[in-house]
């Protein structure tokens, strides 16, 4: 049957199929179709061809200062404007963790980077001398250590 004959059954309506290297594949979902399956069954990629799927991570680089201070547990929310930029990333999306970094450290600076779960945010507004001396909207970041730990 060619690849666009969905009529006998109707999952595979929702498939948007393509041949690579010698393999029916699923654009949306990324299943392999088995070619020697009278029911056209979809099944999992092949380990080999699997990639390890890390979660998102929201990375801040922070001023020194603010760093320290939710290190030591003093400040528990980090702020950003509401802006477009801070929108898209941040609205709508979930993460799995926040890496908060003292500036922009090498990968390897394990002393200049915290990793704390995402806890999500809400929207504030605040008046901070960093923001200028009227009241500003911002998303309040939790930054809050994880559960039974002092810092992170």
Same mark, same amino acid.
């Given at each position: 049957?060619?690849l666009?004959?969905?009529?006998?059954?109707? $999952?595979? %309506?929702?498939?948007?199929?393509?041949?690579? &290297? *010698?393999?029916?594949?699923?654009?949306? @979902?990324? /299943?392999?179709? &088995? #070619?020697t399956?009278d029911?056209? #069954? @979809?099944?999992?990629?092949? #380990? +080999?061809?699997?990639?390890? !799927?890390?979660?998102? +991570?929201?990375?801040?680089?922070?001023?020194? %200062?603010?760093?320290d201070a939710i290190?030591? *547990?003093?400040?528990? %929310?980090? /702020?950003?404007?509401?802006?477009?930029?801070? #929108?898209?990333?941040? %609205?709508?999306?979930?993460?799995? @963790? !926040?890496?908060?970094?003292? =500036? /922009?450290?090498?990968?390897?600076?394990? *002393?200049?980077?915290?990793?704390?779960?995402?806890? =999500?945010?809400?929207?504030?507004? !605040?008046?901070?001398?960093?923001?200028?001396?009227?009241?500003?909207?911002? $998303?309040? !970041?939790?930054?809050?250590?994880?559960? *039974?730990?002092? &810092?992170?």
């Amino acid at each position: 049957m060619p690849l666009t004959d969905t009529k006998a059954l109707p $999952y595979f %309506e929702a498939h948007d199929w393509f041949e690579f &290297n *010698g393999m029916t594949c699923c654009r949306s @979902c990324g /299943y392999v179709r &088995n #070619a020697t399956s009278d029911t056209r #069954a @979809c099944k999992p990629p092949p #380990a +080999s061809r699997i990639r390890k !799927i890390e979660m998102a +991570s929201l990375t801040l680089p922070l001023k020194a %200062e603010y760093f320290d201070a939710i290190r030591d *547990g003093s400040k528990m %929310e980090e /702020y950003r404007l509401v802006t477009p930029f801070w #929108a898209k990333r941040l %609205e709508c999306r979930s993460y799995d @963790c !926040i890496v908060l970094t003292k =500036g /922009y450290p090498r990968l390897i600076d394990f *002393g200049r980077r915290l990793k704390r779960p995402w806890r =999500g945010f809400t929207v504030k507004t !605040i008046t901070h001398p960093h923001f200028g001396p009227d009241p500003v909207l911002v $998303y309040a !970041i939790d930054v809050r250590p994880p559960e *039974g730990k002092a &810092n992170g």
